[in-house]
């Protein structure tokens, strides 16, 4: 079969490999997506991943996509169906805030005070329009547990048209036979249009079919994405003669200059001979994302869009691991995890309670960190992770599985209905949602300069997304958490075989669908 021998092929090459490959050290804490419900109540760790308009978007297409007036639309959808006016409502399947105190969904209705204005009047005025238009009411059926929810609907007509669990529990679904394929609803919903994210499609689809999709139609991909803060007062103090944002845009921000700058300013606040979250560090936060700042994963696919391994599959992947392991591995010099902190209750407050007072000069931060820290008085600005080294063309993060999966049940009432509501509020979310969150909520409130918003502009405009993430093959997930990371090389030789095995079995689950 073409699939067993690329696994076979990338193993062999990757023996090869590991030969001239030289240990490194591990980050305390990986990056990793919510396994199941009650673990993606908890933040993932700060070094997680990292989205100008954060949407990929086909070159050349815009007139296809816009209308005279410059707003984004489906041109080639089909006609609204009269007697769907009938249904009257449009039910989405989203998280409730009474777990999911940080990941729970904001972008279908407006249910909670706590969301900015900006977001409010954005979900309005889409849901309005829609409303005004089509005679559909957008509801969200907001639950505690969406893939609980979702499991239990199976077996009966659903009280929903849509879900949008988080990606690791859609891909459980997906593989299981219980989502429709959505490049299925031609004339109904485009996925291929600027509004659905490229790069999801692109990295999560298995042999072109895509079961769940992000885009424009959530905000919560860019949540749970996002580069380094710094405190731009501590900045000014121990490099006065230095410009992060000129090193970012001359390709100089690498990961050696981020090592080098956080060694230099790091030292003990205290004499107890202990290095801890109470004392002065170079950075917070810092881990595993470094590896896929450098633009490598730890699964790909193959020419005819099948999982493969990626790391390991080429010398680059090894030695950017190695790099990345080696750095981290220099316990408590430069860098300290939330993980590590001596006192692990209310961890999370206390990581953005060190960067407002001044007492850490970068902070590994997703998007639902940055408004945590306003409650400081500290003035920061952003920037990508670092490069891996100069040569390397762009910045990059890699965005949690903790991102919402869109996607339609196979049980629904009318599919079709669920397709097209569901491009519509993605339509919406291109006009009205991504720029309130992105413009207003980040730029207009969080980066208070020109050049934090371009840089902004570079952190969500290359989001990635790993396979091996969202469908949880912990065998590589857990290379870049290494105990003894100078047996990276052994440790993978030994994760290839398991991890070929879950892919092996995640397309024959597909493919018996």
Same mark, same amino acid.
């Given at each position: 079969m073409k699939r067993s021998l690329s696994f076979i092929c990338a193993a062999l090459m990757l023996l090869s490999l590991l030969l001239a490959s030289c240990g490194g050290n591990a980050p305390a804490e990986t990056s990793k997506g919510p396994?199941?419900?009650?673990?993606?109540? @908890?933040?993932? $760790? #700060?070094?997680?991943?990292?989205? #100008?308009?954060?949407?990929s978007e086909p070159a050349g297409f815009e007139d296809e996509y816009r209308d005279a007036d410059g707003k984004y639309v489906n041109k080639k959808q089909v006609e609204f169906d009269e007697a769907w006016k009938e249904r009257k409502e449009f039910r989405v399947l989203v998280y409730s805030n009474h777990v999911q105190t940080t990941y729970f969904s904001e972008e279908v209705e407006s249910l909670y005070e706590t969301t900015d204005d900006k977001?409010?009047? *954005?979900?309005?005025?889409? %849901?309005?329009?829609?409303?005004?238009?089509?005679?559909?009411?957008?509801?969200?059926?907001?639950?505690?547990?969406v893939a609980e929810s979702l499991r239990t609907a199976l077996a009966d007509t659903p009280n929903f048209d849509a879900a949008m669990p988080f990606m690791s529990s859609a891909a459980v679904f997906a593989q299981d036979g219980n989502l429709l394929d959505l490049c299925d609803f031609e004339g109904y919903l485009d996925i291929k249009a600027p509004w659905w994210d490229q790069n999801a499609n692109d990295s999560l689809s298995i042999a072109d079919k895509i079961y769940f999709s992000t885009g424009d139609i959530s905000i919560m991909q860019k949540i749970v994405t996002g580069g380094f803060a710094f405190n731009k007062k501590l900045m000014s103090s121990y490099f006065p003669d230095v410009s992060l944002y000129e090193l970012v845009d001359n390709g100089e921000w690498t990961m050696d200059k981020f090592y080098e700058m956080c060694k230099e300013v790091t030292h003990p606040l205290t004499d107890d001979g202990v290095m801890d979250e109470n004392d002065f560090w170079g950075t917070v936060g810092a881990g595993a994302g470094l590896y896929f700042a450098s633009g490598e994963k730890l699964c790909t696919k193959d020419s005819d869009g099948y999982p493969i391994v990626a790391i390991g599959a080429d010398e680059r992947s090894v030695n950017v691991a190695s790099k990345v392991l080696g750095y981290i591995s220099e316990k408590r010099s430069w860098n300290i995890t939330a993980g590590e902190f001596t006192v692990q209750a209310g961890k999370w407050d206390k990581v953005v309670q060190m960067f407002g007072e001044d007492q850490v000069l970068f902070c590994g931060a997703l998007g639902s960190a940055i408004k945590k820290f306003r409650k400081y008085d500290v003035v920061f600005g952003m920037v990508p992770q670092p490069k891996y080294d100069k040569e390397q063309d762009g910045y990059f993060t890699r965005c949690s599985s903790a991102a919402y999966g869109a996607c339609i049940p196979v049980n629904?009432?009318?599919? %079709? !209905?669920? $397709? /097209? +509501?569901?491009?519509?509020?993605?339509?919406?979310?291109?006009? /009205?949602?991504?720029? *309130?969150?992105?413009?207003?909520? =980040?730029?207009?409130?969080?980066?208070?300069?020109?050049?934090?918003?371009? +840089?902004?502009?570079?952190?969500?405009?290359?989001?990635?997304?790993?396979?091996?993430?969202? /469908?949880?093959?912990?065998? =590589?997930?857990?290379?870049? #958490?290494?105990?003894?990371?100078?047996? !990276?090389?052994?440790? =993978?030789?030994?994760?290839?075989? *398991?991890?070929?095995?879950?892919? @092996?079995?995640?397309?024959?689950?597909?493919?018996? %669908?």
């Open positions: 396994a199941s419900e009650t673990e993606s109540s @908890a933040e993932p $760790a #700060s070094e997680a991943t990292v989205s #100008s308009e954060p949407v977001i409010r009047e *954005a979900v309005d005025t889409r %849901n309005k329009e829609i409303e005004d238009k089509y005679g559909i009411t957008i509801k969200a059926v907001a639950v505690d547990n629904v009432e009318d599919p %079709n !209905f669920s $397709a /097209y +509501m569901l491009d519509l509020m993605a339509v919406g979310g291109k006009n /009205y949602l991504t720029k *309130a969150y992105y413009d207003a909520t =980040l730029k207009g409130k969080d980066a208070n300069t020109v050049d934090d918003e371009r +840089m902004l502009d570079i952190i969500y405009g290359n989001i990635l997304y790993d396979i091996s993430n969202v /469908y949880q093959i912990t065998e =590589l997930e857990n290379l870049l #958490s290494l105990d003894q990371p100078d047996k !990276f090389s052994q440790q =993978l030789q030994s994760a290839i075989p *398991a991890a070929e095995a879950k892919l @092996a079995e995640i397309v024959e689950r597909y493919e018996s %669908n």
